[in-house]
């Protein structure tokens, strides 16, 4: 009886430890390898901008050739945007490193190849996410794009924004009256705009430009998510917009409400769980099931009787 009853309280540890770990596993397996794999898809970083559940503040880190530092009525435009349309209880903006592009080896000071930009933003990047702060890394070149030389901004990697600021200047000079600055504004707030999916990057977008994947068709009127900024040789031209369409807005609320499917680490962790709960079901019919391997043992019951010689044990 004795034996039967620990049996049960081992069977009730089985239980826990099972369920325990199953839960433990399928609440942080998932979140531990997408962090360690990088396995995010591109609306659950934006997400990481947007929401305020995972990471409650931003920081935007720039780094930036001397000279070419980003103008301050940008880097506000930017701010108040997120302050828009993010739920970031507080962003903070830190001027990181001057790019030594002398001494970086750089080649070619006015044009970046694609590796001179990843070797760039390798050697500068100070500021990764942790803890309760997602970052954005913008970094200010001094020239142009080696592959296409009209390119005013990139995003990559989802955290990275490059921003040609020469390429800038040069466009915005060409026009009449038109301010490098309100360019340049129109440019940072385009970038972060892809960072938060926009448009139709990871969804499907009705107001997608056809010719242009990723960017507004401005079917509801100027928006900053424009493929192009125009601008009109030696004529006045009015600054680009800065904000985003309704269209765009509405994308914005979509993304954020955007479920998690499913990837490589749910698959991972299902067969992990399923490989517990077998291992645990095994424990606990191993820990239940009568012993019949071992030998019987018998409760003896003695009677003795005594004589002159010995005494014996039946
Ligand atoms: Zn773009
Ligand atoms: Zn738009």
Redesign the pocket.
């Known amino acids: 009886m004795r034996k039967m009853k620990r049996n049960r309280i081992l069977a009730s540890i089985v239980v826990i430890i099972t369920v325990l770990s199953i839960v433990i596993t399928a609440a942080h397996l998932p979140v531990f390898l997408r962090d360690q794999a990088n396995l995010y898809t591109s609306y659950e970083y934006a997400q990481m901008y947007l929401d305020d559940d995972r990471y409650s503040e931003l920081l935007i880190e720039y780094n930036y050739v001397v000279g070419y530092q980003p103008s301050y009525s940008a880097r506000s435009t930017l701010v108040e945007r997120i302050e828009t349309y993010s739920e970031k209880r507080e962003i903070r903006e830190v001027m990181s490193d001057e790019i030594d592009i002398w001494g970086g080896g750089y080649s070619e000071r006015g044009s970046y190849t694609r590796e001179d930009i990843y070797s760039i933003v390798d050697e500068y990047t100070t500021y990764m996410r942790d803890d309760n702060t997602m970052v954005m890394n913008v970094f200010y070149l001094d020239g142009e794009w080696e592959e296409e030389p009209n390119v005013l901004g990139l995003t990559f990697g989802n955290h990275y924004v490059v921003m040609f600021r020469a390429t800038i200047e040069n466009a915005a000079q060409r026009s009449q009256d038109l301010d490098y600055e309100d360019v340049e504004s129109a440019v940072l707030v385009h970038e972060f705009g892809h960072l938060i999916s926009?448009?139709g990057i990871g969804y499907e977008s009705a107001?997608e430009d056809e010719s242009y994947p990723h960017h507004?068709?401005?079917s509801?009127g100027p928006?900053?998510?424009?493929a192009s900024v125009q601008i009109k040789e030696g004529e006045f031209t009015a600054p680009p917009p800065t904000d985003?369409?309704e269209?765009?807005i509405a994308?914005i609320e979509h993304i954020r409400s955007i479920e998690p499917g499913w990837g490589i680490a749910e698959y991972i962790t299902s067969v992990i769980v399923v490989g517990e709960a077998m291992v645990g079901s095994v424990w606990f019919g191993i820990v239940l099931t009568p012993d019949k391997g071992k030998k019987k043992e018998y409760e003896v019951y003695r009677e003795y009787y005594e004589n002159d010689f010995k005494k014996k044990i039946y």
Do not use: N, S
């Open positions: 926009l448009v107001h507004c068709d401005e509801a928006c900053v998510m424009a985003f369409c269209l765009c994308d």
